[in-house]
């Protein structure tokens, strides 16, 4: 099959092709490289000996989308471009509804136009909101969001759900990611954020490698067992794997359905600390700071949606997690460095 990523080059995007080439698909990666360079997508054909088909393009260019459709004989489409720093969000909301809305309408055009007919969606956790309990599960409704990046995650999912409706022969799946972390074990592809990292193992990697003083963790008096929030962090392999899954299901159904992807086991910001402290042997020097505005106390998927239905099911524990992560760091301090864009 040929599966088209848009966003390809970034960090779930490019571990994702390794998986889905090294399956024996085809890719073809569009991205304007706004949050992430082209060497990933260099390392990418290294790592699996394979060409990958590329192009330069912002997906909201209707024109140049069209063209890329024509060009390619496209069996299904994964849609992770889009803007996720979820503070800038809150400054630049414009910014983030145009994108993320944009990037979704014109690959839904375009697949009508070209009559592709398969869809998967990097949605988020994000979008159970604050009112839904403990774990997560498919089935509760949407909730509401803190911060317009959460929003554009719902309405997507919304824009997605109508236009299956409307078009019988769409299949559309939506992947609710929890925590992505980790690295391709090659030390080859990782996490690579712009600036200072906004997310919990990346900012760890920076300190370890000397880039950043200290971490501060937000907020040490949460409802939880050692007063620090709980995520449910995910290996980018498992991640990357549970794509494979959803192209291949996304392939032999109509509709639209919904899978978290996560592991079902939550772990504090202390406890991915002290993991990564021991899986690196370097002391990350932390300090507890004020809590950061928007965060939930703690949340975690149950995966067995995805288990039943896709026969996908998280392996790599959160030692490989953070001895990748690491592994990647070290081996690349500057990540993609001079490349970047
Ligand atoms: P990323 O920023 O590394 O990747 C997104 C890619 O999309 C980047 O390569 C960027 O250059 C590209 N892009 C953005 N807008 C574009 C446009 N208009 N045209 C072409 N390319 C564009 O982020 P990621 O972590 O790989 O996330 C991928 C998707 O998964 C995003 O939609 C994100 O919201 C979602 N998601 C991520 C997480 C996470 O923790 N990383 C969690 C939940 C959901
Ligand atoms: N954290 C710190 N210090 C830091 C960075 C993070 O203590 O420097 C804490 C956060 O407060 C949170 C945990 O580490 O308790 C994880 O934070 P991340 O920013 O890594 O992840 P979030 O769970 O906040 O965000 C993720 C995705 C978003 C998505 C959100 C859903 O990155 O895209 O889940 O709520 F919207």
Redesign the pocket.
């Known amino acids: 099959m040929t599966i088209l990523l848009a966003g390809g080059a970034g960090y779930i995007g490019s571990h994702t092709a390794v998986s889905l080439l090294e399956a024996g698909h085809d890719v073809v990666i569009v991205d304007n490289y706004i949050n992430s360079s082209p060497a990933a997508v260099d390392r990418v054909e290294e790592l699996t000996g394979r060409t990958v088909t590329r192009y330069r393009a912002d997906v909201t260019d209707k024109a140049a989308m069209t063209a890329i459709f024509a060009e390619n004989t496209i069996d299904c489409v994964i849609h992770f471009a889009g803007l996720?720093a979820?503070g800038e969000s809150g400054r630049v909301p414009l910014r983030y509804y145009r994108n993320n809305l944009d990037t979704t309408l014109t690959l839904l055009e375009c697949m009508a136009a070209a009559g592709v007919k398969r869809i998967v969606f990097s949605s988020?956790?994000?979008v159970y909101g604050d009112e839904n309990p403990v774990p997560y599960v498919e089935t509760m409704r949407r909730g509401g969001s803190s911060h317009p990046?959460?929003w554009t995650k719902i309405m997507m999912e919304q824009i997605f759900e109508d236009t299956a409706k409307a078009d019988s022969d769409l299949s559309v799946v939506l992947l609710r990611y929890f925590?992505p972390i980790g690295a391709h074990p090659s030390g080859r592809l990782g996490e690579d954020p712009r600036g200072v990292p906004?997310?919990?193992?990346p900012?760890i990697t920076q300190v370890a490698v000397g880039r950043r003083d200290r971490?501060?963790?937000?907020?040490g008096d949460y409802p939880t067992p050692d007063g620090?929030?709980r995520?449910d962090y995910l290996h980018i392999m498992d991640l990357a794997e549970g794509h494979l899954r959803a192209v291949e299901y996304a392939m032999a159904h109509t509709g639209t359905e919904v899978f978290n992807l996560g592991t079902g086991t939550p772990y504090s910001?202390l406890e991915i600390v002290h993991a990564f402290e021991s899986a690196s042997g370097v002391a990350i020097p932390c300090t507890i700071g004020p809590r950061?505005p928007g965060?939930?106390p703690q949340f975690w998927a149950d995966p067995s949606k995805a288990e039943r239905v896709l026969g996908w099911k998280a392996r790599r524990s959160l030692e490989d997690m953070c001895r990748d992560s690491w592994n990647w760091q070290r081996q690349n301090p500057m990540g993609y460095g001079e490349n970047k864009e």
């Open positions: 996720k979820v988020s956790a994000t990046y959460g925590n906004n997310n919990l193992m900012y971490l501060t963790v937000f907020g620090t929030c995520r910001v950061r965060d939930l």
